[in-house]
């Protein structure tokens, strides 16, 4: 779960570096590591919501980028 974390971070580096003013919706699993990624990629959480995916724990997020 290590690598995911560095994953989230260049995946939204890299959005932040090709787009402007966009809204990402993103379903994970791994909701510490992906609040981790987006605090150090210098992205805002918009929104939220905990569910269930798959048997597991989850979190869907909105994201501005």
Known sequence: LKKIEGFYKTFLK????V???IKLVLITA?????ENAVEKADVKIIHSRKVM???LTAKIYM???
């Open 30 to 34: 791994s909701t510490q590591q992906f």
């Open 14 to 17: 890299t959005l932040k570096e």
């Open 19 to 21: 787009y402007q003013n």
């Open 53 to 55: 995916h798959g048997g």
């Open 63 to 65: 994201i501005k980028i």
